[in-house]
């Protein structure tokens, strides 16, 4: 019995986003014939510029480092049962710290040193810009959505005046190129790879999706969470208390975002720029609504995204790019659609009643 | 009986939820003009089959007929909701599906709203309400907000809400549950007055008092199957109780013979304030309200105190205050000698404390937790690897205890891998059960604690309480059931408007006497404690 | 569950139906073209207007007239703009153009990497060395620079001649370096006809959304105008269309940037300070066809006619013949590099 509980789950989990998916596909096939191309040439395109070859391939792996912290940023607040929208800002805070700390540390400090200080110093910044939403919502009531929401636009803006008006390089918007700690390029090591900004955060990343993991299912701490999550009244009357949980998650959310900046910063361009997140914290709430708040389902959705997005630049010369952002509006809204609706399907009204 | 005076027939019903069988060839017959008692144990498959003829599920196997105006049988297997509501089958659910927000008016009319060009004729909704509610005498105000009503009044509107929509068969699920006797009274006049207008009740319980008291026919359920179909007049409680659970059972509504006051007792005889709860002058606050005025009680080791009370007298603010669940704006709570009025959950659990909630839906379970998880609850910080530790839980610890819990208290069925969703009510209760009374605990909070649970259930967990007591438990016990304080409890207090307005021993405590009480009238012959 | 797989059976055919779909007109590969070229323009930089829709018209006349395939990429990220450079470098481009002062790092390490490829960047960032001399760029690459300054001169005298008033405004975008050369070049235009007139200048921001809010634009506009301002020039890209709009409210005037921006609010646009983005564009290309491409560092002002204004049948009811006699004295002088126009502030 304990087999086919089992098995129905990994149905349950992973039918659904497959039947959007495919929704998303054929959409998207009416949609490049509507724009007079053929669907088979734009598709091959797609998958050329992406799997098809090591530089392709090494971007998408870029792509869904950052997605996957962003992603699991927000999958894990809504496992708490608390809307996660303020990742960009962390995202930003996590980048903006991880490369003040970079240039703050003497020229020549060694890697072992250096690495884990700058991540250090993207979580906390992250974590700070997340716990403030948990803190306001805990003592004072203020929903999360509008405060995470707010937040963006003033830690942005802040980070950017600060920038603008004293890290900047004359004629760019980017602070001065880091001293240290710096991570490395994928390509260093696998040479066909060559040129892709893909590195090693991305190794980081999948650890991070990992603990997470083994936080949310294995321990206390994702036990309590999770109740929150899921019946706040009932994990109250277990001894939880519900408020630091707020807390404890958007710490750990933003922490997760700020994580995020580092594959930019640390891996890639090695120093902070205006708007290097690039809506990568917003596409964080479809990462984690496509990969059902797991981890696992948030990495595979990762990927997915930025496919998505690699592979849109390589059918730049077909299709215009509003049409990409329009299959990936597809994408969003056939899961957000249509999970639920399926599950039903799937489950029969499985406890339809009891409210 | 005639096949032309029948309402409704359902022949060799299967329906399955993933592993759990719900319905195995189950039958059913239900002739126009009568009010039938759909009994059984909770988990016996009686929500499932009227779900079934309410169109919100489809059978696996079998058919569903009902009669038409001309009286023929039609096949109506595996409709939708809003077929069965348009041939006026209409349900009444246990957990009421009411918006909170809209009026009474409002949610009756919902779906069905009169209107005046674009516009909710309002003056109509609440003219067309209330005369359909003199009607049956179903007594409601339009105008009240859902919010603000009670349980009962509540049910009421769910039942009007089903005759606008022009419901002949009215399928109840369990309508007393929620109700004070003199309301239970005033629902078998409702239901009286609807079955004489010509319509065909089911009515889905497991009370069987309730059964003799109101139905004509009944049909008994026992795991999914029909065991037993009998005329009202021919029946005994005994007889049904036996079809129930498929042995002899030792009825709730007999008494246990009278006791003495529990401070009598050799068991609670060492006075042991360590292990007592005592609550002096409390007053919890709720929506600006005084929701518990004032409120002093002690119960000692050994000893039952039963509050009685209609819902919503603060009953529910008093448990919660106790438990830690709500602020206390004045007075004191101690658990033995300890002061655990502003203390946190974990700690009053931790001074001894155990508590069954009122609403294992809300409270007592996280739903979509397992089986095994869900017997942790409260204790989750003892099965971290390392005391007080954020980290790993230790599965196996808490797979053994399940196991355990599991085998003690004969949830079924038994795998603890399973949603505790996925359960039947009285299984469900008795994981809390298992879960707040299978560890070490000296003073038991039980809230309603047999609510929505079948005989046998009500039986075993009647027997626990008991056992807890022998064993020098203190133990306080809510219940909107009369006849359970009266079962169980050495010494009676009843709460009237957040106040306790009388305490009397177990031997002065007559239905009779509590009664009159429990709806506001002041008790001349004793003064509250 | 069954009605599950059954609905991705019918997607799945359905999906793979459509593959088979050939619209007529689909694009197939040009192999004949004159000139390969690509073109990577800002995040969210096309239908701006004027700048990035000046490179995209440029090549559009390539198309045309040299025979040039063009392939243009929209970024939709900061990394997508070396990603979208780099593509375009591996798929055997002659010439990729990167539009934009951003892209100056990544064409500077595309460039080393490909040296077989020509690349070009409008608004390229020239860089200095710890010494103060100009680093310049690889030998593959043309740094497309423009002397924005000596067009703001121009307006900047035009503004104060035509406009009946002593004080003149300027609204920037982001308040940088870059931007602040219109502002030199329009402050030494006034002052150079008009010692005593006074120039309000003020900044929509300090990050790149100034330069995409309207809003903040009308406000500083409405401010400015009220104060007694009859001109204002911007260099704000689409936060301009708000100062346009007050112009319009007020019944005042605004001058243009980048492009001829006369039809954005008719009447009210004085003129407009022109950069010759287009012609430097189709420039570049040409010389890819024709394989007189060098890089180096390429300035385009008054001289060569990179920068200029606009003076036509639209606007020569606003502009007195006089004033442009004036003008086009002024002009002459800058080009004989009589007058010295500063580039900063």
Redesign the interface.
């Known amino acids: 019995m304990t087999t086919t509980i089992a098995r129905r789950r990994v149905e349950e989990a992973l039918l659904p986003p497959l039947v959007a998916l495919l929704v998303a596909l054929v959409v998207g096939d009416i949609l490049i014939i509507l724009v007079g191309q053929s669907p088979s040439a734009v598709f091959r395109l797609m998958l050329s510029g992406t799997w098809g070859n090591w530089y392709g391939f090494g971007q998408v792996l870029y792509k869904a480092t950052t997605l996957i912290c962003t992603g699991l940023a927000v999958s894990v607040a809504l496992r708490a049962g608390l809307f996660n929208i303020g990742g960009e800002g962390q995202l930003a805070a996590g980048g903006f710290a991880a490369a003040v700390m970079g240039l703050a540390l003497p020229p020549g400090t060694p890697g072992v040193v250096a690495i884990p200080v700058c991540i250090a110093a993207a979580l906390a910044a992250g974590g700070l810009v997340g716990a403030i939403p948990g803190v306001m919502k805990a003592r004072f009531g203020a929903h999360e959505v509008i405060v995470t929401i707010m937040l963006n636009f003033i830690v942005l803006a802040f980070l950017n005046w600060i920038v603008a008006s004293h890290l900047h390089v004359p004629e760019t918007l980017h602070t001065p190129e880091m001293r240290a700690g710096t991570v490395a390029r994928l390509m260093e090591w696998v040479s066909p790879f060559h040129g892709s900004a893909v590195n090693a955060s991305l190794f980081i990343a999948i650890i991070a999706a990992t603990l997470v993991g083994w936080m949310l299912f294995r321990t206390r701490a994702g036990y309590e969470l999770r109740a929150v999550g899921l019946q706040p009244d009932a994990a109250e009357y277990g001894g939880v208390r519900v408020g630091t949980v707020w807390i404890r998650t958007f710490l750990i959310a933003g922490a997760l975002a700020g994580l995020g900046g580092i594959n930019y910063v640390l891996g890639y361009k090695h120093y902070y720029e205006e708007g290097f997140g690039g809506g990568a914290g917003f596409l964080g709430i479809a990462v984690a609504l496509v990969g059902r708040n797991h981890p696992l389902g948030v990495i595979i959705a990762a990927f997915l995204f930025a496919t998505l997005s690699q592979g849109g630049l390589a059918i730049h010369a077909l299709v215009p790019k509003q049409m990409v952002e329009v299959l990936q509006g597809v994408v969003i809204l056939a899961v957000a659609a249509a999970v639920p609706e399926v599950r039903r399907l799937v489950s029969g009204a499985r406890g339809g009643v009891a409210a | 009986m005639t096949a032309s005076s029948l309402a409704v027939r359902m022949n060799g019903i299967h329906k399955s ?3 759990v069988r719900a319905n195995r060839g189950a039958s059913l017959e239900v002739g126009t003009r009568e009010i039938h008692a759909l009994v059984g144990e909770n988990g016996a498959g009686k929500s499932t089959l009227m ?1 079934l003829l309410a169109g ?2 489809a059978p696996d196997a079998g058919t569903i007929e009902i009669a038409t105006p001309s009286g023929e049988m039609r096949d109506v297997t595996g409709w939708s909701t809003a077929d069965a509501i348009k041939a006026g089958v209409g349900m009444v ?1 246990q ?1 009421f ?1 009411l918006v909170r927000t809209l009026t009474v008016a409002e949610n009756v009319v919902l779906g069905r709203e009169p209107v005046r060009g674009a516009m909710l004729d309002v003056a109509r909704a609440l003219r067309d309400v209330k005369a359909l509610g003199e009607q049956y005498g179903l007594r409601v105000e339009p105008e009240r907000l859902v919010g603000e009503l009670s349980v009962g009044e509540a049910q009421r509107v769910e039942i009007l809400k089903t005759l606008f929509r022009g419901a002949r068969i009215l399928i109840l699920d369990e309508p007393t549950a929620v109700l004070s006797p003199l309301e239970v009274k005033e629902l078998w006049g409702v239901l009286r007055r609807l079955r004489d207008d010509g319509a065909t009740i089911v009515l889905i319980t497991h009370k069987l008092d309730e059964v003799m008291d109101i139905s004509d026919r009944i049909t008994v359920m026992r795991h999914g199957e029909t065991v037993a179909r009998m005329e009202t007049r021919d029946a005994t409680p005994d007889v049904i109780a036996k079809a129930m659970v498929g042995r002899e059972v030792a009825l709730m509504g007999t008494r246990n013979e009278e006791r003495g006051s529990a401070v009598d007792t050799a068991t609670s005889s060492a006075l042991v304030p360590r292990s007592s709860l005592s609550v002096d002058t409390l007053v919890v606050m709720n929506r600006g309200l005084r929701a518990v005025d004032k409120v002093s009680l002690s119960v000692a080791p050994g000893e039952i105190l039963g509050i009685a009370g209609v819902e919503g007298n603060g009953q529910t603010e008093l448990i919660e205050a106790i ?1 830690g ?1 709500r602020t206390v704006a004045e007075g004191t709570i101690r658990l033995g000698d300890r002061d655990v009025t502003n203390a ?3 700690a009053r ?1 931790e001074a001894g404390l155990a ?1 069954i ?1 009122e609403d294992r ?9 397992s089986v095994a ?1 869900n017997l942790i ?2 204790d ?2 003892k ?2 690897r390392g005391a007080r ?5 230790d ?1 196996a610890r808490i797979g053994a205890n399940a196991q355990d819990e599991i085998r003690r208290f004969d949830i079924r069925p038994p ?1 603890s ?2 949603p505790a ?2 359960l039947s009510g009285g299984n469900q209760q008795k994981i809390v059960i298992a879960r707040e009374m299978g560890g070490s605990y000296d003073v038991l909070l039980a809230s309603q604690p047999t609510r929505g649970v079948d005989v046998g259930a009500i039986e075993f967990i009647h027997a626990q309480i008991r056992a807890a007591r022998e064993a020098g438990k203190a133990i306080l016990l809510v219940s909107a059931e009369l006849s359970e304080i009266l079962a169980l409890a050495d010494r009676v207090a009843v709460m009237y408007g957040g106040r306790i307005v009388a305490t009397l021993p177990r031997r002065e405590a007559t239905e009779e006497r509590l009664g009159p009480l429990m709806t506001g009238a002041t008790d001349t012959t004793r003064p509250a404690a | 569950m069954r009605r599950l797989l059954v609905l991705i059976g019918v997607l799945l055919a359905a999906h793979v139906a459509l593959l088979f779909v050939q619209p007529r007109g689909a694009v197939a590969e040009d192999d004949s073209a004159a000139v390969d070229v690509g073109i990577v323009f800002d995040v969210g930089g096309r239908g701006d207007k004027s700048f990035n829709d000046g490179a995209y018209k440029g090549a559009d006349s390539a198309e045309a007239v040299l025979g040039a395939d063009i392939r243009f990429i929209e970024p939709g990220e900061g990394s997508d703009r070396e990603a979208g450079l780099r593509l375009l470098a591996a798929q055997g481009m002659d010439l990729v153009i990167g539009v934009g002062f951003i892209f100056t790092d990544d064409l500077t390490d595309l460039a080393v990497e490909y040296p077989a490829v020509k690349f070009a960047g409008v608004d390229y960032a020239v860089t200095l060395d710890a010494q103060g001399n100009v680093v310049q760029p690889p030998s593959n690459l043309a740094a497309l620079k423009f002397r924005e300054e000596e067009g703001s001169f121009l307006v900047g005298a035009i503004a104060v001649l035509a406009g009946g008033s002593k004080r003149v405004g300027f609204v920037g975008g982001m308040d940088i370096p870059l931007i602040h050369k219109f502002e030199a070049g329009f402050r030494a235009g006034v002052r150079h006809v008009c010692a005593d007139c006074t120039v309000i200048a003020q900044y929509a921001g300090v990050t790149p959304e100034a330069f995409r809010n309207p809003g903040k634009g009308k406000e500083l506009a409405l401010s400015q105008y009220q104060s007694g301002v009859n001109v204002i020039f911007h260099a704000s890209g689409s936060t301009g269309l708000g100062v346009f709009e007050a112009a319009r409210q007020t019944g005042k005037f605004a001058i243009g940037v980048d492009a001829d921006q006369y039809s954005e609010a008719p009447g009210h646009i004085m003129t407009s300070m022109v950069k010759g983005v287009d012609a430097v564009t189709f420039d570049a290309i040409r010389r890819a066809r024709e394989g007189t491409f060098q890089g180096g560092i390429y300035s385009y002002g008054l001289k060569e006619g990179g920068v200029g204004y606009i003076y036509d049948d639209n606007n020569r009811a606003l502009i007195p013949p006089e004033v442009i006699d004036r003008v086009e004295q002024i002009k002459a002088e800058i080009i004989a590099g009589r007058i010295q126009v500063p580039s900063t502030r």
Do not use: C, K, N
């Open positions: 939820f993933g592993p779900r919100l599920y659910h957990h599906m438990a669940l946190s959950v974990r659990t508590h909630p839906h809300r409270r007592g379970l996280v739903l979509d937790y998880d609850l409260g989750q910080h099965y971290a530790s954020v980290w790993a839980l599965d795998e891998a399973l969703r996925s």
